[in-house]
Structures are given as structure tokens and as C-alpha cells.
């Protein structure tokens, strides 16, 4: 079964320092990895994701991932953070290769809560 | 477009009372999912569709039903609540296995006391 791991409940970093939120996954095969952020009171928005290819992934609002295949590992990162980065981020995995008829099913991590202080 | 919606935003249900989470989009997505977020938990999956008229259940499908009459509606039945159903609900679509990210509403809270 997959699973993903985010060990860090909250991360803080003050404000024009860089961040980084770390996830750890569990997959059969190849995976298909994923970061999304949720606002307070929102839905969860897309940031970025790896498929295949360059192991460094460019998403949205200036955040980045590394995926490193020998250490399981795709962290979220940004080189200098803002105020309003502060939000609940959520990394996500599911296998690169769809076993059955069950569409692309996502197993989500608990979620790292990122405060930016000024 | 709209993206995805949910209706209602708040709920407070009784035990043993039953209600309809509805959940539409306008993006012709095929595939459609349900789930429930809980404090410290993350996102488990309730039901998932491929298409209309066809469904399945995720992770964590007792008490609660779906159906998929259509591309665009994706409602989540919950019949008999109970306190353990007390969640956030969200509903996200995806065009397909290919399309890989998912895209999500604004959620329901729903209260069961």
C-alpha cells in the first residue's frame, strides 16, 4: 500500500528566509508525486507535481520540490518566503501506472502547517 | 468556470439524521471524488467515479452513498449520522488518469451532534 509521510506537524520560518517542508513516500513502482496548499477555510489548490523527468519540479507562487528517488524524498521549497505563504501544505503520491479501472487515486500526507513570521 | 462547487458550506446535523453533500463541476471532467478531512489526518477517500453511472469506494465508505447520474454531479448520501461523520468534506474532480492533478472545492463542515 502507498503512504506518505510528512514529519513535521509545523514549520516556521520568518520572512525572506528560504523554507522548505519535507515529505517522504511509500509507492510500488515509479511514483507520481504531488504538493497541493489549502488556505484557511479553502479547498485544496494544485502547487506542483513530478511525473518523470528533471529531478528539480518549478510549481506555482515560486515554490519548488526535489524529488530524490534513493531517499524516497520529494520536499517542497522556496528560496525566500512571504508572509503569505503561511498555510497547511499537503504532499500526495499515487503509482505511476494505473493498476486498475480506479482513476488517479491520491494517498495524502497529514499535512505541515507553515507559519511566516515578519 | 465555475470549477468545482459545494453546496451547503456549513451543516449541523442530528444523530441519526440524513442529508445530501451535493458537489458539481463544469470543467466535463470525468473522474469525481469524495473526500473527508480530519484534524491531523489529512485526506482520506470516501467514493470515487470514473464517469456517470459508475462509482466505487475509497478508504472509508461506511455510512455513507453516492450516485453519478451525470458528468457535471457528484452528490455524497449520508444516511443515519453519527457524531464520527462530524468532517470536512470535499469533493474534487480530474479530467483523467492522464490529467494528473485533481481540482477541489471549497468544502462542507459538517457538525453532527
Known amino acids: 500500500a502507498q503512504s506518505v509521510a510528512q514529519p513535521e506537524d509545523q514549520v516556521n520560518v520568518a520572512e525572506g528566509n528560504p523554507l522548505t517542508v519535507k515529505c517522504t513516500y511509500s509507492v510500488s513502482g515509479n511514483p507520481y508525486l504531488f504538493w497541493y496548499v489549502q488556505y484557511p477555510n479553502r479547498g485544496l489548490q494544485f502547487l506542483l507535481k513530478?511525473?518523470?523527468?528533471?529531478?528539480l519540479v518549478k510549481g506555482s507562487y515560486g515554490f519548488e520540490a526535489e524529488f530524490n528517488k534513493s531517499q524516497t524524498s520529494f520536499h517542497l521549497k522556496k528560496p525566500s518566503a512571504l508572509v503569505s505563504d503561511s498555510a497547511l501544505y499537503f504532499c500526495?503520491?499515487?503509482?505511476?501506472?494505473?493498476?486498475?479501472?480506479?482513476?488517479?487515486?491520491?494517498?495524502f500526507g497529514t499535512g505541515t502547517q507553515l507559519k511566516v513570521e515578519l | 468556470n465555475a470549477g468545482v462547487t459545494q453546496t451547503p458550506k456549513f451543516r449541523i446535523l442530528k444523530i441519526g439524521q440524513s442529508m445530501t453533500l451535493q458537489c458539481a463541476q463544469d470543467?466535463?471532467?470525468?473522474?469525481m471524488y469524495w473526500y473527508r478531512q480530519d484534524p491531523g489526518m489529512g485526506l482520506k477517500l470516501i467514493y470515487y467515479?470514473?464517469?456517470?453511472?459508475?462509482?466505487d469506494k475509497g478508504e472509508v465508505p461506511n455510512g455513507y452513498n453516492v450516485s453519478r447520474s451525470t458528468t457535471e454531479d457528484f452528490p455524497l448520501r449520508l444516511e443515519l449520522a453519527a457524531p464520527s461523520q462530524t468532517s470536512v468534506y470535499f469533493c474534487?474532480?480530474?479530467?483523467?488518469?492522464?490529467?494528473?492533478?485533481?481540482?477541489f472545492g471549497p468544502g462542507t463542515r459538517l457538525t453532527v451532534t
Open positions: 470543467m466535463n471532467h470525468n473522474y
Open positions: 467515479s470514473v464517469g456517470a453511472g459508475i462509482t
Open positions: 500526495a503520491v499515487r503509482p505511476g501506472i494505473i493498476l486498475t479501472g480506479g482513476g488517479n487515486k491520491l494517498t
Open positions: 474534487a474532480s480530474s479530467y483523467s488518469p492522464d490529467s494528473y492533478e485533481q481540482y
Open positions: 513530478y511525473i518523470t523527468g528533471d529531478n
